[in-house]
């Protein structure tokens, strides 16, 4: 028995949520100041709300693909926005700066459940001919929310207070329950072995190595406590990492992380690529908005509004620039895209002064714009396209571990960078040594300290251009796509069951043209 299978309105259902998961990556990054004072904590605490939720999200990411291949994406999907729409209200009834800490750990587990079913969806349920297009979509959503997310914050945290950031998911989630049940299909199941070790490994390597970046400046990058020190965190989760990369090789049925899918050119380039994205774009608005807010005294919506010119342009270009991955070979629009993209960066950090007038600050923004629009949907629909169709979970699973995994490392590595050029460059009692717990910005920044807090921001942005030129690089040698057999029109794979059967993977066509799937 079948039932019609809309794919654009599962789409569109899939993409509310994919939306709202995304936007609470870079939402709190405006409201950080307000948290900061709210809660009564410092620089370092108030980054852990966005590291917390960035590291819970991406570490179960390998798996929770696995999981929608065997217990069905949509299932997964739905589990995962109950979770997470309810931890949205716990962060925001957070009293504490540790409460809040912990509800967004556990909202990044939720979006670890819903963000591989998106895209896995997707990839089973379009056509050939309009695959590329979806995941274009699919992609430049990503694009958008990183900028959207500030310029709503902006205008919740003004209008309401740093709480709705977090309130306002509860009615969208809602929404996007009962459109997901209603649109999205009942897919057919693949079984597969979770590797419990690797999930072990994979989560313990992430944590020291983010809790030693993060927390290596509190500690002056020595004694944490007895013989443990910053340092040998870091060694211990890039020890454990690589111990896992080696445990994932040596494991014979359904390792976490399938190496072979890595001897795919593209896929491969989308990830190292997408680890650059993911790095900068977490990165980018932390000291951009404190700028904005603690120099020139702006609110949290008018610091929003002055990367407005990035959503604009963005949401502008999207629906052309998806209606082109498919006739256009993806580094002429992703290495542009990153260029584009890293010089906007350098330009702000050369541009950032006390006094600048604000409207030369717009420019960048607008580079900005232009480059993001370029980049999310061709990297997007070039990272599955040659991968078979049991493998769709683990494919996405992997390229949206990566993407969360980029933001981590750019999320800790700002705020090491942050508080060290806040040390280096604003002025402390004589005889004393600095340290960055003496910057907790619970009131106004003095006149004369304006000048290198703007330097601090100023240099820390480097970063974060740097990094996403080496995506450019990395973007110059894709290669012209080509589809994996299952995904051809009329074909299939040798030896596979008819094309209705679960494990081919391409849900079947209709004479009218509408997609259907077994129930």
Same mark, same amino acid.
């Given at each position: 028995?079948?039932?019609?299978?809309?794919?654009?309105?599962?789409?569109?259902?899939?993409?509310?949520?994919?939306?709202?998961?995304?936007?609470?990556?870079t939402?709190?990054?405006?409201?950080?100041?307000?948290?900061?004072?709210?809660?009564?904590t410092?620089?370092?605490?108030?980054?852990?709300?966005?590291?917390?939720?960035?590291?819970?999200?991406?570490?179960?990411?390998?798996?929770t693909?696995?999981?929608?291949?065997?217990?069905?994406?949509?299932?997964?999907y739905?589990? /995962?926005?109950?979770?997470?729409?309810?931890? &949205?209200?716990?962060?925001?009834?957070?009293?504490?700066?540790?409460?809040?800490?912990?509800?967004?750990?556990?909202?990044?587990v939720?979006?670890?459940?819903?963000?591989?079913?998106?895209?896995?969806?997707?990839?089973?349920?379009?056509?050939?001919?309009?695959r590329? =297009?979806?995941?274009?979509?699919?992609?430049a959503?990503?694009?958008?929310?990183?900028?959207?997310?500030?310029?709503?914050?902006?205008?919740?945290?003004?209008?309401?207070?740093?709480?709705?950031?977090?309130?306002?998911n509860?009615?969208?989630?809602?929404?996007?329950?009962?459109l997901?049940?209603?649109?999205?299909?009942?897919?057919?199941?693949?079984?597969?072995?979770?590797?419990?070790?690797?999930?072990?490994?994979?989560?313990?390597?992430?944590?020291?190595?983010?809790?030693?970046? =993060?927390?290596? =400046?509190?500690?002056?990058?020595?004694?944490?406590?007895?013989?443990?020190?910053?340092?040998?965190?870091?060694?211990?989760?890039?020890?454990?990492?690589? /111990?896992?990369?080696?445990?994932?090789?040596?494991?014979?049925?359904e390792?976490?992380?399938?190496?072979?899918?890595f001897?795919?050119?593209?896929?491969?380039?989308?990830?190292?690529?997408?680890? %650059?994205?993911?790095?900068?774009?977490?990165?980018?608005?932390?000291?951009?908005?404190?700028?904005?807010?603690?120099?020139?005294?702006? !609110?949290?919506?008018?610091?929003?509004?002055?990367?407005?010119?990035?959503?604009?342009?963005?949401?502008?270009?999207?629906?052309?620039?998806?209606?082109?991955?498919?006739?256009?070979?993806p580094r002429?629009?992703?290495?542009?895209?990153?260029?584009?993209?890293?010089?906007?960066?350098?330009l702000y950090s050369r541009?950032?002064?006390?006094?600048?007038?604000?409207?030369?600050?717009?420019?960048?923004a607008?580079?900005l714009?232009?480059?993001?629009?370029?980049?999310?949907?061709?990297?997007?629909? !070039?990272?599955?396209r @040659?991968?078979a169709?049991?493998?769709?979970?683990?494919?996405?699973?992997?390229?949206? !571990?990566?993407?969360?995994?980029?933001?981590?490392?750019?999320?800790? &590595?700002?705020?090491?960078?942050?508080?060290?050029?806040?040390?280096?460059?604003?002025?402390?009692?004589?005889? =004393?040594?600095?340290? &960055?717990?003496d910057?907790?910005?619970?009131?106004?920044?003095?006149?004369?300290?304006?000048a @290198?807090?703007t330097?601090?921001?100023?240099?820390?942005?480097?970063?974060?251009?740097?990094?996403?030129?080496?995506?450019?690089?990395?973007?110059?040698?894709?290669?012209?796509? %080509?589809?994996?057999?299952?995904?051809?029109?009329?074909?299939?794979?040798?030896?596979?069951?008819?094309?209705?059967?679960?494990?081919?993977?391409?849900?079947?066509?209709?004479?009218d043209?509408?997609?259907?799937?077994?129930?």
């Open positions: 028995m079948t039932h019609d299978v809309k794919p654009w309105p599962a789409l569109w259902s899939l993409i509310i949520g994919f939306f709202m998961i995304l936007i609470d990556t939402i709190v990054s405006v409201a950080n100041p307000a948290i900061l004072r709210g809660l009564h410092d620089i370092d605490s108030v980054i852990w709300v966005t590291s917390a939720y960035l590291l819970a999200f991406a570490v179960p990411l390998l798996i693909g696995r999981l929608g291949d065997r217990f069905g994406p949509k299932n997964l739905l589990i /995962g926005l109950v979770i997470f729409t309810l931890s &949205s209200a716990w962060c925001g009834f957070a009293g504490t700066i540790g409460v809040l800490i912990t509800a967004r750990a556990v909202q990044g939720g979006g670890a459940l819903m963000s591989p079913q998106t895209m896995a969806v997707i990839t089973r349920i379009f056509p050939p001919e309009r590329g =297009q979806a995941l274009g979509l699919w992609g959503t990503a694009g958008v929310a990183t900028l959207v997310g500030p310029i709503l914050g902006g205008v919740l945290v003004d209008g309401l207070g740093w709480e709705w950031i977090f309130f306002v509860l009615p969208i989630g809602v929404v996007a329950f009962v997901a049940a209603r649109y999205v299909p009942a897919l057919p199941t693949h079984p597969h072995r979770f590797d419990i070790p690797g999930v072990l490994l994979s989560a313990v390597g992430l944590f020291l190595l983010v809790f030693g970046l =993060q927390e290596g =400046q509190t500690y002056d990058w020595g004694v944490i406590t007895g013989p443990i020190t910053v340092w040998g965190l870091i060694v211990a989760g890039i020890v454990v990492l690589a /111990g896992f990369v080696v445990q994932q090789a040596l494991t014979k049925r390792p976490l992380v399938p190496l072979h899918l001897r795919d050119h593209n896929f491969s380039v989308a990830n190292v690529v997408i680890t %650059t994205i993911g790095f900068t774009v977490t990165s980018l608005s932390l000291p951009l908005v404190f700028y904005f807010q603690v120099v020139r005294g702006m !609110t949290p919506t008018q610091s929003a509004l002055m990367l407005a010119p990035m959503a604009v342009l963005n949401i502008g270009l999207a629906p052309v620039v998806g209606k082109l991955v498919d006739r256009v070979h002429l629009l992703a290495v542009p895209g990153l260029l584009l993209f890293s010089s906007a960066l350098f541009m950032l002064s006390p006094d600048i007038a604000w409207g030369w600050l717009l420019l960048p607008v580079v714009g232009f480059g993001n629009a370029l980049t999310w949907s061709p990297v997007s629909s !070039t990272a599955t @040659g991968l169709a049991r493998e769709a979970g683990a494919g996405s699973g992997i390229y949206n !571990t990566t993407r969360q995994i980029g933001g981590v490392i750019g999320s800790a &590595s700002i705020a090491v960078l942050i508080q060290a050029r806040l040390v280096a460059d604003l002025p402390h009692r004589p005889g =004393q040594a600095a340290s &960055s717990s910057f907790t910005l619970s009131g106004a920044l003095p006149a004369f300290l304006h @290198g807090f330097s601090a921001m100023a240099e820390s942005l480097i970063l974060p251009a740097a990094v996403v030129l080496v995506g450019a690089v990395a973007a110059a040698v894709f290669v012209r796509p %080509t589809m994996a057999a299952w995904q051809r029109p009329g074909a299939q794979p040798a030896g596979a069951a008819p094309r209705d059967d679960a494990g081919a993977g391409q849900v079947p066509q209709a004479e043209g509408a997609t259907r799937t077994p129930r």
